[in-house]
């Protein structure tokens, strides 16, 4: 006889709830944070989207971007919005919605997740921008919102086509998991990937979960992260104003700022 589902999870988990898995240790989280520390952006940095969820903050580099793909529509399409306003076309996907949350004459919608495999569900980002049929030189815009599948989508994207992204804007979800060494390793590789073209320009963090502090670090679950490939213009050392004056909270619940561990004075 099977034994009931609660007796089953404890068997599994534990008395407590809790799997035991191997800690990260701090030196790496550290490192990792360090090199993702935003380095100044030649450009001032604007704001696409609304003023709270769904707004992000770019480098007004924008002239010559093509096109935009952003995964992860839901109901807000704001930043979509700006980025057709300015000339771009923008290609949004999400099987979890019949249409976007907006319409415009610029925008291209299919319904499917983006993942590592491309099949009736998901496609892959390379399949999907290879479908676009745009010009084969042209600079790219990547913003994508997927609630923690960004660090496969990542791992699974060409060299090819990483570099064709001018920008790319990012949540990043489950940060506070990066004390589980088995995550902090697929993270890792994830971002690594990002900063061999990319260097970060920015971080906002969401305020829908409470900061996680553990051995004398504080790191947001979830945050906003903007990368300018490395061959456009910065400025000179690193980016000190945090939080940025065109900065807004995600919610309406308690405030906090970019924690100290994740950005460095200039």
């Known amino acids: 006889m099977a034994k009931p589902l609660k007796s089953a999870i404890i068997d599994l988990l534990g008395p407590w709830g809790v799997f035991p898995t191997d800690a990260t240790e701090k030196s790496r989280i550290v490192a990792l944070l360090e090199k993702l520390h935003p380095l100044a952006s030649a450009q ?3 704001r696409l989207g609304p003023a709270g969820d769904g707004g992000y903050l770019v480098p007004d580099d924008l002239e010559g971007i093509e096109a935009c793909f952003s995964p992860g529509v839901g109901l807000i399409s704001g930043f979509e919005r700006d980025c057709a306003e300015r000339d771009i076309s923008v290609y949004l996907a999400d099987r979890s919605v019949a249409h976007p949350g ?7 919608f299919v319904r499917k997740y983006l993942g590592v495999t491309t099949n009736d569900d998901f ?13 084969a030189d042209s600079d790219l815009m990547l913003q994508i919102d997927i609630e923690g599948f960004e660090y ?5 994207t060409s060299d090819r086509l990483m570099r064709r992204f001018r920008m790319i804007v990012a949540e990043f979800h489950l940060l506070d998991q990066f004390w589980n060494e088995a995550f902090f390793g697929l993270a890792a590789r994830a971002f690594e990937k990002i900063l061999q073209t990319h260097a970060c320009v920015h971080i906002h963090p969401n305020n829908s979960s409470p900061l996680l502090k553990k051995g004398g670090l504080a790191i947001p679950p ?6 300018l490939r490395r061959d456009c213009a910065f400025g000179s050392g690193y980016a000190a104003q945090f939080p940025h004056p065109l900065d807004g909270d995600n919610t309406e619940r308690s ?10 004075q200039a």
């Open 255 to 264: 405030h906090f700022a970019l924690p100290r561990c994740m950005w460095r």
């Open 222 to 227: 979830l945050a906003e992260f903007t990368f």
């Open 102 to 108: 907006a319409l415009h004459e610029r925008f291209h």
């Open 152 to 156: 496969e989508v990542v791992l699974g």
């Open 123 to 135: 496609m892959t980002l390379d399949d999907w921008v290879a479908g676009a049929a745009l010009r």
């Open 44 to 46: 001032p940095l604007l």
